[in-house]
């Protein structure tokens, strides 16, 4: 069996930034109330006119992380794409960064696992390349909230959090079985689906009826955010623990954490759980806010770029979000 490893890593954020107090001008909020629950400072949302959507800025990070790599777009095998804000409701954004990128005719394969998207994406891919299917493939997150936020008081809960983004990396067959990914884990928990979901439009509750009803804004997202935090303080520890478990390994042989950046509060809780100091757990979400599947592997390609991962640490991804999903993945890097 072959394994796999990371061999290229790239990010792209969109210029325009979004301080607290930006939006303290548009809704009834305050910088303080989100630094204190959240830990954001600003985000960055893409700027109205710009050509930038998921499959785009998918596409910026992704020539990035190839270029990196030392290979061309001709290597690439197959596409997995991570997103809950697709360009279009079909087909996936996959298919659009193969013509983007002017690939040949590989495989583009749409992942729909919200915040922890990335880390499921990346789990599909090395099952690919440990089967021996394929051997480069492209994995990438990418997110476009910002225009189908509700920017009112009334969708406050949810929208200082959000930000927009895209990380992406070159998954590859390696002969090195120490290294690379050791293992993956991914868990699901359908029945509180409606604890953080944007509902419609659904084929089952279509435009004309949304339209219909003036109240309805059931397209926007909608979060329970005290349920989703406690749920996600376990579930993190939880698939963490089971991924060292499954690897022979200990809290204390973890050298970098990458935790989606969902909250600072949920990254400083499990930090303090687990006993780990400052320098092992990245954290960029005072930065970018919340960017669901692309933050986990723009705070990868951000560890990487500052020189905080080297050769033989065990960097751990962990992720949890709506669905409810959570998932890890151990690395040997
Ligand atoms: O990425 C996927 C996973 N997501 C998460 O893990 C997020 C988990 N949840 C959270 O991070 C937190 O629950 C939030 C940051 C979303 C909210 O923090 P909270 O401490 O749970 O606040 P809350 O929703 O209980 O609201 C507390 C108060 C409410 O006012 P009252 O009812 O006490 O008068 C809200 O209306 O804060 C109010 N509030 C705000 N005030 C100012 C809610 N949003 C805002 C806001 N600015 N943006």
């Given at each position: 069996m072959y394994n796999s490893k990371i061999i290229g890593l790239g990010k792209y954020l969109p210029d325009h930034v979004v301080t607290n107090d930006d939006l303290a001008k548009i809704m009834d909020t305050n910088d303080e109330w989100i630094q204190e629950r959240t830990g954001i400072k600003e985000r960055r949302w893409i700027e109205e006119g710009s050509e930038d959507t998921s499959a785009v800025m998918g596409a910026k990070a992704a020539r990035i992380a190839i270029e990196r790599s030392g290979l061309t777009n001709d290597d690439i095998d197959f596409i997995v794409f991570a997103t809950l804000s697709p360009d279009y409701y079909f087909p996936g954004c996959g298919v659009q960064i193969?013509?983007?990128?002017?690939?040949?005719?590989?495989?583009?394969?749409?992942?729909?696992?919200?915040?922890?998207?990335f880390v499921y994406a990346i789990?599909?891919?090395?099952?690919?390349?440990?089967?021996?299917?394929?051997?480069?493939?492209?994995?990438?997150?990418?997110?476009?909230?910002?225009?189908?936020?509700?920017?009112?008081?009334?969708?406050?809960?949810?929208?200082?959090?959000f930000g927009d983004g895209a990380g992406a990396c070159v998954l590859s067959r390696s002969e090195d079985n120490e290294k690379g990914i050791l293992s993956t884990h991914l868990h699901s928990e359908g029945k509180y689906a409606d604890k953080l979901i944007v509902k419609s439009p659904s084929i089952a509750h279509w435009v004309p009826e949304i339209m219909e009803n003036e109240g309805d804004v059931s397209y926007f997202p909608y979060m329970d955010g005290q349920f989703v935090f406690k749920n996600a303080v376990v579930r993190f520890s939880e698939v963490i623990m089971e991924g060292l478990k499954a690897n022979n390994l200990e809290k204390d042989d973890i050298d970098m954490l990458i935790p989606h950046q969902a909250n600072l509060r949920i990254a400083q809780f499990i930090?303090?759980?687990?006993?780990?100091?400052?320098?092992?757990?990245?954290?960029?979400?005072?930065?970018?806010?919340?960017?669901?599947?692309?933050s986990v592997i723009i705070a990868l390609t951000e560890a990487w770029e500052e020189g905080k991962i080297n050769s033989d640490d065990i960097v751990v991804l962990a992720a949890f979000g709506s669905g409810f999903t959570w998932a890890s993945a151990i690395i040997r890097w």
């Open positions: 193969q013509d983007m990128l002017d690939m040949p005719t590989v495989g583009a394969l749409d992942v729909r696992n919200q915040c922890s998207g789990s599909v891919a090395d099952q690919f390349i440990k089967t021996g299917m394929y051997k480069n493939i492209l994995v990438i997150g990418a997110e476009y909230h910002s225009n189908g936020l509700d920017k009112t008081t009334r969708g406050r809960g949810v929208t200082v959090i930090q303090k759980k687990f006993g780990m100091s400052d320098d092992k757990v990245y954290n960029n979400i005072m930065r970018y806010g919340n960017t669901t599947a692309a």
